[in-house]
């Protein structure tokens, strides 16, 4: 589908988020609690922080939830009772107000969950999810969409993608059929753009610091590097980067059980964890702190691209931002790219 | 409308309370047959999480009853139990857990009729604070058939 | 800073230690770990007023074992740390040297415990005005307050675990969550869950907690983690005379007792 270009002219897209709310969607936005902004479900505009920078968690919540119900179960005297999950029943929902890399992100999530087996936990749960993200006007230093192939007014992954335009306007591109649906919604508060705005101007400056394709192709050659051990030292090995990172999917299965009643549960995990890989013989494959380290880095920028076509890291920056000591991915990266 | 008939969970010492118990049984003593009671060798066995788990579980108040001090059946488990006690009430408080809802007492095996009146008390103070709604719905708010009560 | 890095250096080209952990510049205006195995790189050692990790988190790791004889770069919480490892047998006395650098003035070297004990007697361990205010606005809530602070802020949880990896504290090889016969406390990040991990977390450091605040920092969604060791410092202190961190030979609080210790709410 050819992209339709429109214009909204109002200072605020608080009208956008209510027509979606009217809708009955479930909204998804940037809230401020505190000194932190994150993604949360709002139950009206007024809620949204358009303002921040980025959020800390991703948008891959949506459809990949931290916690998540696989099956429940009952035994009963001659039989089992489960209560399966509907995968018809995931409420129609909507991302308002992310950016372009949290979009992105869902491009490596889906190829994941939709590789060797066909996850419907997420496949389902993104059918029925809109991302209408906000092009960035502002980047930081932990910034690097543009070396992964991205940048701040990239629409890949997004449905429907605002960018300000000016104090009273915004640029509104609809990008798929599903953005098409949705916008049906407010069409009736947009106007068509005649003026052809270059959106360019409007858009963060966020200079390449390195070349994903050029990293991917060294990075074969690199795994017997001394780098790996040196670069992660400091790490601690928590699961910050993993659990805030939009395109992580690692995943552990839990069982709940209480005398013959239980709950399957899906959760967030981390390849960063010492025991993430600890087979029952107790061997562990991945026991410094580099080797883990290193497969964090190859994953998302040598196996994925080589298996699945996909570039694991959308250059989002959040694992730094949220990494307590600082485990700097553009900066390491920059380093690898280096050698 | 039927009476709220709490669940009270009680973690006793074999050695002092269980035997305790007992004589107030066998001493025909009335006492609330809401009370379901876990034998422990010792109060220095009972681990804070178990407390925790009761309340998961449904419970709507506990009783946690061992050996007096200097009476230990193993000389100190107790004094071990009662620093923890300490510690953990002022934690649980800190957390917004209702400590009314937990009894911590000790019960010699000569003290029948103190058993009755610490299940009778704590009954009595259960019915009237109520169930543990708050708790209840904490530990269930991610199944729908897997946290009713399951006695 | 320079005497700092002059310490770092001496310390380093005289082999008296092969590996000084201490803060380097980060990005932006962030402070972190530096690992500094050659004399050279030890300008890049800086100690700012910025938030700075508690260094023992590394003391016990592989790495640092095999890299032989060690130095820190310690704050107050961090040297209080140490001493908390030596009283669980964690670490041998004169077996590390920390370095306690104060913003323009002289460094100090330590070399074994005792000297750390008695600069710790007039040194500020308390907590900072920020966290007082906040423990005391918890304490002036009614319980049923407390509670929906708690949940509330509980509900960011993701159970990343940074709280545990950044404390130097929790060195445990397999965590309680770790252990699923049977599985204790759930990994989840559901209600209980979250609730039950923090409270047991806080169970396991009472009295060993040195109140450095980095289970609170480390935290990606800004939970004030660090409140409920705190909340118990008091109890500790008043009524068991133990304070975490003060003496190399101190007894863990919970596995010690007074035949008289004093409480108000046992029958």
Known sequence: MEIERKLYKNSSPDAIAERLLSAGKKVTAPVRSGKIVDLKEISKPSEIEYNALTSVQSAKKVAFPKVDKVVEYEVLKDTVNTLEVDFEAFPEQVLFGVKPCDAAGFIPLKAVFNWDYADQFFLKRYEKTTIISFACPKADEYCFCTSVGGNPGSTAGSDIQFTRTGDDEFLVEIITPKGKTVSALFEDILVPDSSNIDKEKFLASVPKAFSFEEVSAKLSSLFESPVWEEQAIRCLGCGACAFVCPTCACFDLQDEKNSGKGTRLKLWDSCGYSAFTVHTSGHNPRESQGERWRQRVMHKFSYMPHRLDVRGCTGCGRCSRSCPVDMNIKEHITQIDSL | ?151 | MSNLIETAEELLQKNKVNLIIGYEKGTGSKTRPVFIRKAEDAKKLVFDNNQKQNLVVYLLRSEVKKAGKTAFVATVPALRSMLQLASECQIKDKELIAIHARDNQDVIVFEDFKSIEEFLTTADTGFTAVESELLAKLMAMTVSERFDFWTSEFEKCIKCYACRAACPMCYCGRCTTECNQPQWVAPASHPLGVFEWHLMRAMHLTGRCVNCSECATACPVDIPLNLLTYSLMETLETGFGAKAGMKADAKYALSVYKPDDKESFIQ
């Open chain 2, 1 to 151: 409308m039927q009476e709220f008939e709490p669940k009270i969970v009680a973690f006793v010492c074999n050695w002092c309370t269980y035997a305790g118990a007992d004589l107030t049984g066998t001493s025909r003593i009335k006492y609330s047959s809401d009370v379901k009671i876990i034998r422990f060798p010792c109060t220095g066995r009972i681990d804070f999480m178990l407390l925790m788990k009761a309340f998961a579980n449904g419970a709507d108040g506990i009783i946690v009853s061992g050996c007096h001090p200097n009476d230990c059946h193993y000389t100190s488990g107790n004094f071990h139990a009662r620093r923890r006690w300490i510690v953990f009430e002022k934690l649980i408080d800190f957390m917004g857990i209702d400590k009314r809802r937990i009894c911590f007492s000790w019960v010699s095996a000569a003290e029948g009729a103190k058993w009755a009146d610490i299940v009778n008390n704590t009954v009595a103070k259960i019915k009237e604070i109520g169930p543990y709604e708050d708790y209840k719905k904490l530990a269930s708010s991610f199944s729908e058939i897997s946290q009713e009560s399951h006695e």
